[in-house]
């Protein structure tokens, strides 16, 4: 009854992620509660996925992330990324899979994953190209880096530790390379070619963040003691990642052309996210023009606030522009940027850059209902604008400029806290929290933002873990294990490695990755043994199987992106699909290829090792299935 009411709820747990009408972490939080209320699991078991040592580490690697972000290594990281992203969207989307999967080659994938995050969101800025069209990809390219070294994820550690166990060698550093390498490389290659047409181009439609993807126009100069003066506009559009639509000198258009000569007479017509115009106010060498009438030494920052506010239909503001109602002076508030609806905007690109009724600026441009002004001033004048009804504020923008001079630091505390844990000198979680403290302790990040974490990866990645602890400890793996067995046994040892593989690939989804692989190994070896063959390619099959779990977004690499990406559930089954039945394909023949089922192996002590019936172990020691590493993923 027990095993009937666990997988019970793992099938109906996938067909609500898939429908997804209730929120993720919603449907992860009721079956937590549904396995405590039947009983299957005590309180402390349910919950125990909280407190584990791998959802505390995400937690601090997403804070610590924050501080990367905060001193603008993020940034300077992205626009080296983004370079790539000239020669294509598929060529930026391979090299930064190429970078993640060399990295997670010898770092956990969820490391990696952690870490690549920030600079993948950012570089996709950049480049132009939608999160969604990024991150998923990347992630995968994590988990296809795992698969190389024995150091790429702790699944294959923890295999490799329970192979004694059954009366087989533990895997070496590189043994499984001459099959993982060639599995990331046309695992990468798949994602390249079929990402454009399975993922979204979502950016969170519907959301609070929408006025973050509205397009601003600003104007820019470069002041005399600039550097780009005598460089060519390539600098600034390349080198800085500005969208620099136009030029205008006295009125006249100039041609945007990347090999063009600054002087600093011009003014460059910028158009941009709000974080491009705000990183051009803090930019040397290039400055905002209304910077230039009104500095922000002279609007005191510490009492200064960022705002955006539209012009309400009965504003007097309507049909003037900000020259004529002296907004500067009356209001005290600098204009950086505009934001009109997209017709007009084309319109007002062309007044800008003199092509429409020549000579206009940002503050010669007639205002009208429903434009929006990101506006910098004192908090007291923003509550006046308010109350005299001359704009509608939509909201204060929090805004910290970056800690550049703090750099340094937050990347060398941010690899210690990778390398000590990576090197097991502490424990992964002690060595994030530690690093997390040390950058709000140094000021690298402040506290409330390294909090300002998506607390949906902690729940769901808790959650899952505790449907992992259901299944090993009401026999549910273990039942499917002998079925599958039982049912691959007619078709040689080649298709029951496939059904052993399939197994733990389906297994991963409810389960951890390591929790899915030792349900499966003792059963796989186990079915060797009645075939007669050598149980080796049946573990190394079972080993790089656990980790193909790309068609559910319950592998933690996957979870740390599926927020940031505004994902949905079917996401990761359309290119998961495809992706994992090209390497299980890879996988039937390849792992015969290396570790023939003729070799050296010693079925009669794999028999000794699980038992005369080859599925229930005879040894204490060989129930490693039912041990702490299956609470633990990557």
Same mark, same amino acid.
């Given at each position: 009854?027990?095993?009937?009411?666990?997988?019970?709820?793992? !099938?109906?747990?996938?067909?609500?992620?898939?429908?997804?009408?209730? *929120?993720?972490?919603?449907?992860?939080?009721?079956?937590?509660?549904?396995?405590?209320?039947?009983?299957?699991?005590?309180?402390?078991?349910?919950? #125990?996925?909280?407190?584990?040592?791998?959802?505390?580490?995400?937690?601090?690697?997403?804070?610590?992330?924050?501080?990367?972000? @905060?001193?603008?290594?993020?940034?300077?990281?992205?626009?080296? !990324?983004?370079?790539?992203?000239?020669?294509?969207?598929?060529?930026?989307?391979?090299?930064?899979?190429?970078?993640?999967?060399?990295?997670?080659?010898?770092?956990?994938?969820?490391?990696?994953?952690?870490?690549?995050?920030?600079?993948?969101?950012?570089?996709?800025?950049?480049?132009?190209?939608?999160?969604?069209?990024?991150?998923?990809?990347?992630?995968?390219?994590?988990?296809?880096?795992?698969?190389?070294?024995?150091?790429?994820?702790?699944?294959?550690?923890?295999?490799?530790? #329970?192979? *004694?166990?059954?009366?087989?060698?533990?895997?070496?550093?590189?043994?499984?390379?001459?099959?993982?390498?060639?599995?990331?490389?046309?695992?990468?290659?798949?994602?390249?070619?079929?990402?454009?047409?399975?993922?979204?181009?979502?950016?969170?439609?519907?959301?609070?963040?929408?006025?973050? +993807?509205?397009?601003?126009?600003?104007?820019?100069?470069?002041?005399?003691?600039?550097?780009?003066?005598?460089?060519?506009?390539?600098?600034?559009?390349?080198?800085?990642?500005?969208?620099?639509?136009?030029?205008?000198?006295?009125?006249?258009?100039?041609?945007?052309?990347?090999?063009?000569?600054?002087?600093?007479?011009?003014?460059?017509?910028?158009?941009?996210?709000?974080?491009?115009?705000?990183?051009?106010?803090?930019?040397?060498?290039?400055?905002?023009?209304?910077?230039?009438?009104?500095?922000?030494?002279?609007?005191?920052?510490?009492? @200064?606030?960022?705002?955006? &506010?539209?012009? @309400?239909?009965?504003?007097? !503001?309507?049909?003037?522009?900000?020259?004529?109602?002296?907004?500067?002076?009356?209001?005290?508030?600098? &204009?950086?940027?505009?934001?009109?609806?997209?017709?007009?905007?084309?319109?007002?690109?062309?007044?800008?850059?003199?092509?429409?009724?020549?000579?206009? @600026?940002?503050?010669?441009?007639?205002?009208?209902?429903?434009?929006?002004?990101?506006?910098?001033?004192?908090?007291?004048?923003?509550?006046?604008?308010?109350?005299?009804?001359?704009?509608?504020?939509?909201?204060?923008?929090?805004?910290?400029?970056?800690?550049?001079?703090? #750099?340094?630091?937050?990347?060398?505390?941010?690899?210690?806290?990778?390398?000590?844990?990576?090197?097991?000198?502490?424990?992964?979680?002690?060595?994030?929290?530690?690093?997390?403290?040390?950058?709000?302790?140094?000021?690298?990040?402040?506290?409330?933002?390294?909090?300002?974490?998506?607390?949906?990866?902690?729940?769901?990645?808790?959650?899952?873990?505790?449907?992992?602890?259901?299944?090993?400890?009401?026999?549910?793996?273990?039942?499917?294990?002998?079925?599958?067995?039982?049912?691959?046994?007619?078709?040689?040892?080649?298709?029951?490695?496939?059904?052993?593989?399939?197994?733990?690939?389906?297994?991963?989804?409810?389960?951890?990755?390591?929790?899915? &692989?030792?349900?499966? +190994?003792?059963?796989?070896?186990?079915?060797?043994?009645?075939?007669?063959?050598?149980?080796?390619?049946?573990?190394?099959?079972?080993?790089?199987?656990?980790?193909?779990?790309?068609?559910?977004?319950?592998?933690?690499?996957?979870? !740390?992106?599926?927020? *940031?990406?505004?994902?949905?559930?079917?996401?990761?089954?359309?290119?998961?699909?495809?992706?994992?039945?090209?390497?299980? #394909?890879?996988?039937?023949? +390849?792992?015969?290829?290396?570790?023939?089922?003729?070799?050296?192996?010693?079925?009669?002590?794999?028999?000794?090792?699980?038992?005369?019936?080859?599925?229930?172990?005879?040894?204490?020691?060989?129930?490693?299935?039912?041990?702490?590493?299956?609470?633990?993923?990557?």
């Amino acid at each position: 009854m027990t095993i009937a009411i666990v997988l019970g709820a793992v !099938l109906v747990a996938l067909v609500l992620f898939s429908l997804e009408a209730i *929120p993720i972490e919603v449907t992860s939080l009721s079956i937590v509660c549904l396995l405590a209320l039947t009983g299957v699991l005590t309180p402390e078991q349910a919950f #125990a996925g909280f407190s584990n040592d791998t959802v505390v580490f995400i937690f601090t690697l997403l804070a610590m992330t924050q501080g990367l972000a @905060s001193t603008g290594v993020v940034l300077l990281v992205g626009q080296r !990324l983004s370079f790539f992203a000239r020669f294509g969207h598929q060529t930026f989307v391979l090299a930064m899979m190429g970078a993640v999967a060399v990295f997670s080659s010898f770092v956990s994938n969820t490391v990696t994953t952690a870490a690549f995050l920030p600079v993948a969101i950012g570089a996709a800025h950049r480049a132009r190209v939608p999160k969604s069209k990024v991150l998923l990809p990347m992630a995968y390219a994590s988990m296809l880096g795992g698969m190389v070294l024995l150091y790429g994820t702790s699944t294959n550690l923890v295999v490799s530790a #329970a192979l *004694p166990r059954l009366g087989l060698a533990p895997l070496g550093v590189t043994e499984l390379a001459p099959v993982g390498l060639p599995l990331a490389v046309v695992g990468i290659l798949l994602v390249v070619l079929l990402g454009p047409l399975l993922l979204p181009a979502r950016e969170g439609e519907g959301s609070s963040a929408d006025w973050n +993807l509205r397009d601003y126009l600003t104007e820019a100069m470069l002041p005399s003691d600039s550097p780009y003066l005598g460089q060519s506009l390539a600098d600034i559009t390349t080198g800085l990642g500005l969208r620099v639509i136009g030029l205008s000198r006295a009125g006249q258009s100039l041609p945007a052309l990347p090999a063009y000569q600054l002087v600093g007479d011009e003014r460059l017509i910028i158009e941009g996210k709000r974080e491009d115009i705000l990183r051009v106010k803090d930019l040397k060498g290039i400055e905002l023009r209304p910077d230039v009438r009104l500095s922000d030494t002279e609007l005191r920052p510490q009492d @200064s606030i960022l705002v955006e &506010a539209t012009v @309400s239909p009965d504003s007097p !503001l309507v049909g003037h522009s900000l020259k004529e109602t002296h907004f500067l002076e009356r209001y005290g508030l600098v &204009a950086l940027a505009l934001h009109r609806r997209p017709v007009i905007q084309r319109l007002t690109k062309l007044q800008l850059l003199g092509r429409r009724v020549g000579g206009h @600026s940002l503050s010669t441009l007639e205002l009208s209902a429903g434009d929006v002004l990101m506006l910098w001033g004192a908090r007291e004048r923003v509550k006046e604008l308010t109350d005299g009804a001359q704009l509608l504020v939509l909201g204060d923008v929090e805004y910290q400029p970056p800690r550049h001079a703090k #750099a340094l630091l937050a990347v060398s505390l941010f690899l210690g806290a990778l390398v000590l844990g990576s090197l097991e000198v502490v424990p992964l979680a002690v060595a994030g929290l530690a690093g997390m403290l040390a950058m709000i302790a140094t000021g690298c990040v402040d506290a409330g933002r390294a909090f300002r974490v998506d607390w949906r990866v902690v729940l769901l990645i808790g959650c899952m873990m505790a449907l992992g602890v259901a299944m090993e400890t009401s026999g549910a793996g273990r039942f499917l294990g002998e079925h599958a067995a039982r049912l691959g046994a007619y078709g040689g040892p080649r298709l029951v490695m496939l059904v052993m593989m399939v197994l733990t690939i389906v297994l991963s989804a409810p389960m951890s990755n390591q929790a899915a &692989a030792l349900v499966v +190994l003792p059963v796989a070896v186990s079915a060797a043994a009645k075939l007669g063959v050598d149980p080796r390619p049946f573990a190394m099959g079972v080993t790089l199987a656990a980790s193909c779990s790309f068609i559910t977004p319950l592998e933690p690499s996957c979870v !740390l992106v599926y927020g *940031p990406g505004h994902y949905r559930f079917t996401d990761f089954f359309r290119l998961g699909t495809p992706l994992t039945a090209v390497l299980l #394909a890879l996988l039937v023949v +390849l792992v015969p290829m290396r570790w023939p089922f003729q070799g050296k192996g010693t079925p009669a002590a794999a028999v000794r090792a699980t038992g005369p019936r080859g599925v229930e172990p005879e040894a204490p020691g060989a129930a490693p299935a039912e041990g702490s590493p299956g609470l633990n993923r990557r």
